[in-house]
């Protein structure tokens, strides 16, 4: 297949049956999917069997991505961390994970494909990041960078989880508004 094929017509393909299709897929999304799960469960071998579960997942819904709703990337990366944080939660039952939400924030920088990012768009991403409040810049790397939940956040800062939420919103908007002006 052509590099100019998209992920989303790879998608499409894939809820069709096309198996090179899924293929494809598989190699033009698999780091970064592979990387999102190996930041939040921060083991080679968990990461690499729940990257098999992703693939499952995404072999089987493939026909629900629904364009309107954001990109290919940004849908696949939301299966994959909410499958690792899934793994985490079941080592740790007496622990609940609230998950933050809006990534399609922090992963629209990778591009289309894991092989094609961007350098401008990460430095962007990188000077958007040194802009922000210290404190707003570290609970969203913890959140959406290396998975902390919620209550993890407001455990290690000790603060209340409904601050964490805030600071959580704040410093996300507080990106974007830089990405958007860059």
Excluded at 4 to 10: D, G, P
Excluded at 74 to 87: G, V
Excluded at 106 to 130: K, M
Aim: charged share 30%; with cysteine.
């Amino acid at each position: 297949m052509s590099s100019a094929v998209t992920l989303e017509s790879l998608l499409e393909a894939t809820a069709s049956g096309d198996r090179d299709a899924f293929r494809t897929l598989y190699d033009r999304s698999s780091a970064k999917l592979f990387g999102v799960v190996l930041r939040i469960l921060k083991n080679r071998q968990k990461a690499e069997d729940v990257l098999q579960d992703v693939y499952l997942k995404i072999w089987q819904k493939a026909g629900s991505y629904d364009p309107v709703q954001g990109r290919p990337i940004t849908w696949m990366a939301t299966i994959a961390r909410n499958r690792a944080i899934d793994i985490i939660r079941a080592a740790r039952p007496e622990q609940t994970v609230d998950e933050p939400g809006d990534e399609e924030q922090i992963f629209q920088l990778g591009g289309q494909d894991a092989e094609n990012v961007d350098l401008a768009d990460l430095e962007t991403l990188r000077f958007c990041l040194g802009e922000m409040k210290e404190d707003d810049r570290n609970y969203v790397l913890l959140a959406y960078y290396e998975g902390f939940s919620r209550e993890e956040l407001a455990e290690r800062f000790d603060s209340p989880v409904g601050t964490i939420k805030t600071r959580l919103r704040r410093g996300l908007l507080a990106l974007r508004s830089c990405l958007e002006r860059e």
